[in-house]
C-alpha cells in the first residue's frame, strides 16, 4: 500500500536534522539533476569573495527590512510584510493526503 507526504512528514519529525536535510538533498537532485560543476565552482567562488568583503567592511550590509521595503516599492505593494515574525505553524494548512 503506497505512503501519502502526511506519513512521511510524521515519520520524518523523528529524524535528526541531519538526515532529513540528507532526504531532501536526495530528492532535489533525483527530481532535478545536480548543479553544473562550473556553476557550482563561481557561485563557491563568488560566496567566498563576498564574505572576505563584508568581514573586511569593505561590503555594506543591508537589514532584511530595508530590502523587502524596497521590494514592495517596485512591485507596488503597500502592505507589510515582516521577516522576523515567527511562522504560524498551528494554522490552519491544506494536507495532502494523496498516496504517493
Given at each position: 500500500m ?10 520524518t ?35 567566498l ?30 502592505n507589510r ?20
Open positions: 503506497p505512503i501519502t507526504i502526511d506519513q512521511i512528514v510524521a515519520e519529525r523523528h529524524w535528526p536534522d541531519k538526515l532529513v536535510a540528507e532526504l531532501i538533498d536526495r530528492i532535489t537532485l533525483e527530481k532535478h539533476g545536480g548543479i553544473d560543476p562550473e556553476t557550482e565552482k563561481l557561485s563557491g567562488e563568488v560566496a569573495r563576498r564574505m572576505t568583503e563584508m568581514e573586511a567592511g569593505h561590503a555594506k550590509l543591508i537589514p532584511g527590512e530595508d530590502v523587502a521595503a524596497r521590494i514592495r516599492k517596485i512591485v507596488g505593494r503597500r510584510i515582516s521577516l522576523t515574525a515567527k511562522p504560524r505553524w498551528n494554522s490552519p494548512r491544506p494536507r495532502n493526503t494523496t498516496p504517493i
